[in-house]
């Protein structure tokens, strides 16, 4: 019946869209969790570490994650984020989900920009004492709305060139396609945070 072709039509054409706009490494990221990649894992595993950070506005979540990589020239992956007060309310449908992660210890919720800049300054500090860090190009942040991350990381002396923009948008087409490919591999590993 035309019904039941349109039906199986439209059903193809959806999963069609669903696959296409799914991440490529989706379907490898729950068979590389690994329950001990941790901050302290990474920090005691890796021969060098990276830190990216994308700062969100007032209404979302900034993020920091810790990319290692280790002595078999594998990755793991940590990550950590903050919200204030302002994004639960300004973000009611996941205020709930917001919660488990600040339940799991994967999300921080702090009173103010500064109180959350200061948190992921500390992380950053915190691997550059390690020795872990390059000396250049260490830390990338996104470049909009990161003043107070900025001025965090300049009073314990992460600064440019160990603190570097990274560029937005196409220019990151290269770690967009490498990343599913690691997972694929099994290169690169993460500790599994609802997150």
Not at 69 to 74: A, E, I, Q, V, Y
Not at 82 to 99: C, E, G, M, Q, T
Not at 138 to 160: C, E, K, M, N, Q
């Amino acid at each position: 019946s035309l019904r039941g072709f349109l039906s199986k039509f439209l059903n193809v054409e959806i999963g069609l869209a669903l696959m296409s706009s799914r991440w490529a490494g989706a379907e490898f990221w729950e068979s590389q969790i690994r329950k001990c990649v941790t901050l302290d894992y990474i920090l005691d595993k890796a021969e060098v570490c990276t830190i990216g950070v994308d700062w969100g506005g007032a209404d979302d979540l900034a993020a920091l994650c810790l990319l290692g990589r280790f002595p078999d020239k594998s990755w793991g992956a940590w990550v950590k984020a903050w919200a204030r007060p302002s994004v639960f309310k300004a973000r009611p449908k996941i205020a709930d989900r917001l919660r488990d992660f600040q339940r799991a210890g994967d999300l921080s919720v702090v009173p103010t920009g500064e109180a959350q800049a200061a948190e992921a300054a500390d992380i950053c500090q915190r691997v550059f004492e390690a020795g872990l860090l390059p000396a250049e190009g260490g830390i990338g942040l996104d470049s909009a709305g990161i003043d107070l991350l900025i001025d965090a990381l300049d009073t314990r002396g992460l600064v440019y060139p160990l603190v570097v923009p990274v560029p937005q948008g196409w220019k990151l087409q290269s770690v967009v396609s490498g990343v599913p490919l690691r997972l694929e591999a099994g290169t690169l590993v993460h500790g599994g945070q609802p997150l």
